[in-house]
């Protein structure tokens, strides 16, 4: 298992948000590709960066900066998401040395799209399924759908996906723990990895989500934690890495 540190991007800055609320954001830092630096030198396998600005605007915004992180940082594994709807923005994130692209929203709004990038981009696309109460919600979270998270887990696994991202977003950004139950659950009903995002805030989340990542869960994203100081990214990577 390993430990991906998020860098969320927002006018050309690093910042964190409380539940996805654009209007609630907390400025990290202006400069996105020291933030990339620090979390390589602490030991940084994988990097998850979210284009915000992009997720609402429905096109990339901030695509320069993760095109500058990615030169930066040519053999670091970089997963974008955020207002990719098209095979031209996955083309144009691939030829920057992004490895991995996240389809969010269209995922669940245009499934066939999904499967069609997975036959024209075998290995490089990732799920990000966003959910409360065990239903995913869609549209930067403004909406809850009726889709069932595992149900459509598995579909997506069917199409040729490389892993899915789960979030409970009733925890994200909020420090107060990861969700592991909903979690492990995911992650046992399908082959695929899973990859665990949202409350993730202290050590002890980490040996939580570990005690079960024999399930399929290969890595845990973490944000605030890590910007405010209650997790150590260097020391949770360490343990990150002794479970399987």
Not at 57 to 86: C, E, F, M, T, Y
Request: hydrophobic residues 45%; glycine residues 10%.
């Amino acid at each position: 298992m390993i430990l991906i540190p998020a860098i969320d991007l927002k006018d050309g800055k690093c910042v964190r948000l409380r539940q996805g609320r654009m209007d609630d954001e907390t400025i990290f830092s202006e400069n996105p590709v020291e933030v990339a630096s620090r979390w390589v030198n602490e030991g940084a396998k994988r990097l998850h960066i979210v284009d915000l600005d992009g997720a609402f605007a429905g096109k990339p915004v901030n695509a320069q900066v993760i095109h500058d992180i990615s030169r930066a940082h040519p053999d670091l594994i970089i997963q974008v998401g955020g207002g990719i709807r098209d095979e031209d923005t996955i083309q144009a994130y691939l030829n920057a040395g992004v490895q991995y692209v996240i389809i969010g929203t269209k995922a669940v709004n245009a499934p066939h799209f999904v499967r069609d990038v997975c036959i024209e981009f075998p290995g490089h696309i990732i799920v990000g399924l966003d959910a409360k109460d065990g239903k995913v919600a869609i549209d930067g979270w403004s909406k809850l759908s009726k889709h069932d998270i595992i149900d459509l887990a598995q579909h997506f696994e069917d199409d040729g996906v490389d892993s899915i991202i789960y979030t409970d977003i009733g925890r994200d950004g909020m420090m107060s723990g990861v969700n592991v139950e909903e979690t492990a659950k995911l992650a046992s009903a399908i082959r695929i990895p899973v990859i665990a995002s949202g409350g993730i805030t202290s050590l002890d989340d980490i040996r939580a989500l570990g005690a079960v990542a024999d399930e399929g869960i290969m890595g845990a994203i973490t944000g605030r934690a890590i910007y405010e100081g209650t997790l150590d990214f260097a020391e949770g990577e360490k343990l990150a890495e002794s479970f399987a």
